[in-house]
């Protein structure tokens, strides 16, 4: 019988889900050193595989909680762009449902932009419901961030359809007469807050990619707003843009030059 290739065994553990596994049992003593390599590095793909999926069941802890309760409809609330010197605060709300299964789904700032990228697409495909909320650096400079912040997440709360009867929220207490759980960093700990926060920064950072076609010079693209060395030398040899917060310091600096 052919000894199968070190290429072939490669292609096999690339299926292979559990170290259990008795393909893991029939190469345990394979002699090559490439056959070897092979499982130590199916086996680290494994474990992390399966690290990910306990933190992903560990972060639908609440929102099982409340199904438990018979509340149907739990809404995640997240915000992003709070701190930049441009742009809007955009919120999102998501409603998911209780086979939701995207694991890969987690705090946004933990993810790149190519992983938010694909997921929001999939999030959007299977939520119950999207609530999507914006206040513009005009409102900002209104209200102040915090209160505008305030705003856009009661407006993407508004928009959902079913209304949540459950809200949980990173943080912020959202001005709706609906029960609410404020976490501190629950983006990190709610899959909903997750799920929330990865619509909202993939929604903002494309607004950005849009203005910076009518302001290059500010590098929107790279800082989504935010005060970057290079974002900062444009605002001092240009000043800033009409979609700048004006209130925010450096901006302010800059517009009495």
Not at 47 to 72: C, L, N, P, S, T
Not at 112 to 123: D, G, N, S
Not at 187 to 208: G, N, P, Q, T, W
Request: aromatic fraction near 8%.
């Amino acid at each position: 019988m052919r000894k199968q290739t070190i290429s072939e065994i490669k292609q096999l553990l690339r299926d292979v889900t559990a170290v259990s596994d008795p393909l893991f049992t029939q190469l345990k003593n394979d002699p090559r050193k490439g056959v070897q390599t092979a499982l130590h590095a199916a086996a680290a793909r494994i474990h992390k595989q399966q690290a990910a999926v306990v933190a992903f069941e560990h972060r639908f802890e609440y929102e099982r909680h409340f199904w438990q309760q018979g509340i149907d409809y739990i809404a995640g609330v997240d915000e992003v762009g709070r701190g930049p010197l441009a742009g809007p605060v955009v919120s999102a709300a998501v409603i998911l449902p209780n086979d939701f299964d995207l694991v890969q789904v987690n705090d946004s700032k933990q993810l790149t932009p190519a992983v938010r990228a694909e997921l929001a697409p999939k999030i959007q495909q299977v939520a119950i419901s999207i609530g999507i909320g914006l206040v513009d650096n005009q409102g900002i400079d209104e209200l102040n961030i915090y209160q505008a912040t305030r705003v856009a997440m009661k407006q993407a709360v508004e928009k959902l359809d079913p209304q949540p009867e459950e809200i949980i929220v990173d943080a912020m207490q959202i001005p709706v007469p609906i029960k609410q759980t404020r976490l501190i960093k629950g983006d990190a700990k709610s899959i909903s807050v997750s799920a929330a926060s990865i619509i909202a920064k993939v929604y903002r950072d494309h607004l950005m990619d849009e203005y910076a076609k009518q302001y290059p010079a500010y590098d929107f693209p790279h800082n989504a707003g935010y005060g970057t060395a290079k974002h900062l030398a444009a605002l001092k040899a240009y000043g800033p843009t009409p979609i700048h917060r004006m209130t925010f310091s450096p901006v302010e600096k800059f517009r009495k030059n």
